[in-house]
Nanobody
Framework: QVQLVESGGGLVQAGGSLRLSCAAS????????MGWFRQAPGKEREFVAA????????YYADSVKGRFTISRDNAKTTVYLQMNSLKPEDTAIYYC????????????????WGQGTQVTVSS
């Protein structure tokens, strides 16, 4: 069982940066792939980024590639999402999630979810 708590969201101007953190509890964290998803008002949840259990492989949605970086620290059982060059369209609730699957792009592959943190980017 893994419990996830996101933090680091807030209000930022376009072009600014935020770093989201997701603190995990549970013995299986180091074996889980971790992902970030987001959901904007009136829109479906969408994949943002994922990282495999070792941190050696990362995956990004085209919309954030080159601007966002996912990383993890297994010793601290924490995963991060560094978000640079933020745009108003990045405004959403951001969720971290844990997966024991080998597919990372679909929410259905993730077994555990955090409660989310709000990111608002003003123009």
């Amino acid at each position: 069982q893994v419990q996830l708590v996101e933090s680091g969201g807030g209000l930022v101007q376009a072009g600014g940066s935020l770093r989201l953190s997701c603190a995990a509890s549970g013995r299986t964290f180091s074996r889980a792939a971790m992902g970030w998803f987001r959901q904007a008002p009136g829109k479906e949840r969408e994949f943002v980024a994922a990282i495999n259990w070792s941190g050696e492989s990362t995956y990004y949605a085209d919309s954030v590639k080159g601007r966002f970086t996912i990383s993890r620290d297994n010793a601290k059982t924490t995963v991060y999402l560094q978000m640079n060059s933020l745009k108003p369209e990045d405004t959403a609730i951001y969720y971290c999630a844990a997966s024991y699957s080998s597919t990372y792009y679909y929410g259905s592959s993730y077994a555990h979810w955090g409660q989310g943190t709000q990111v608002t980017v003003s123009s």
